[in-house]
């Protein structure tokens, strides 16, 4: 879709505006920025939930490896001797069974982390929230690492959102 000559000039003027309006206000507005990355892996829900998720796994690794051992016997068995058509639809079976567990596993370790990290995202939005706010800041940004090259000095808020929404999740 093209443009027309007037909309073009009104694009133009309203982003000049818009820079205009930024840069005669920035002198009276707090900004504050922080790295998104690390404020999520340091943020001790991260921690704890990530931890909680690595427990299931391991429970569900177990099972797996229960089943997996059965299915080995079975196979062994059917290497020594010479193969029952019963034996062949248990070992069909179980073989079966583990395929249908495995993939369930992993369907439910990968939901399981999407929870967490909406229940992660969700607390955190609040947490930065109560920082703006507790702290008089007009715009905190996230950011994820390397997206901002330099600042002047004090506008990287990350240790002290950091120490903030830590204090908070712990209900200091």
């Given at each position: ?70 299915l ?19 070992f ?8 249908m ?19 992660i ?52």
């Amino acid at each position: 879709m093209k443009l027309s000559g007037i909309n073009t000039v009104l694009i133009i003027a309203c982003i000049a505006f818009g820079i205009y309006f930024i840069s005669t206000q920035k002198d009276e507005m707090k900004i504050g920025y922080f790295d998104g990355n690390s404020v999520f892996e340091d943020f001790e829900m991260t921690k704890d939930l990530g931890e909680s998720a690595e427990a299931t796994a391991a429970a569900r690794i177990k099972i797996l490896d229960s089943l997996r051992f059965d299915l080995e016997v079975l196979q062994r068995q059917l290497q020594t001797q010479e193969p029952q058509e019963a034996d062949l639809r248990k070992f069909d079976a179980k073989r079966q069974e583990y395929m249908m567990k495995e993939d369930h596993f992993k369907s439910e370790n990968m939901t399981q982390m999407s929870q967490y990290n909406d229940q992660i995202f969700k607390q955190l939005r609040q947490y930065v929230d109560d920082f703006q706010s507790e702290n008089n800041y007009d715009m905190v940004i996230g950011l994820g690492s390397g997206g901002i090259v330099s600042t002047a000095e004090g506008i990287d808020v990350s240790e002290s959102l950091q120490e903030f929404i830590n204090d908070k999740y712990k209900g200091s």
